[in-house]
């Protein structure tokens, strides 16, 4: 994903147009237009305006996932995941924790971890001796 790309996600994702952006970073539209079509490299100055007008980090801004590992990856979707409604936080929180402890039981069963020689559970008679 190019810097361009990501302007315009960003920005998309913030429900703001070129000209709204404009506005808030002081950056021509035409600059605007011309960054997100990758017609141009923007000066430290400008990407520091589109950081502040987006309200987002140079990680975001800038990231290419193919030049990123999955830690750097996560951490960019979380930033952006901060920035949706409380409540869809909430559904999102509940989806990863429902992930993790999925993550956990597979290990549980994974056959690795699992001696088959050995029983994990018997069953036992009404003398207290095991059935099996």
């Known amino acids: 994903m190019s810097l361009g790309e990501n302007i315009r996600r960003i920005r998309r994702e913030k429900g703001l147009t070129q000209y709204n952006l404009s506005d808030k970073t002081g950056i021509k539209v035409g600059h605007i237009s011309t960054l997100e079509a990758e017609g141009a490299d923007p000066k430290l100055s400008t990407i ?7 309200g987002c980090s ?17 951490n960019t979707v979380l930033e952006r995941a901060m920035m949706i409604p409380e409540e869809n936080k909430r559904h999102l929180i509940d989806v990863i924790d429902k992930y993790c402890i999925a993550c956990g039981v597979e290990k549980f069963f994974n056959p690795e971890n699992v001696k ?3 029983p994990r559970f018997r069953i ?7 059935l099996i």
């Open 48 to 54: 520091y305006k589109l950081m502040e007008g987006l």
């Open 58 to 74: 140079a990680n975001a801004l800038m990231m290419d996932p193919d030049k990123m590992n999955t830690d750097e990856i996560l």
């Open 116 to 118: 088959w020689s050995e």
């Open 124 to 130: 036992m008679t009404e003398a207290n001796k095991p």
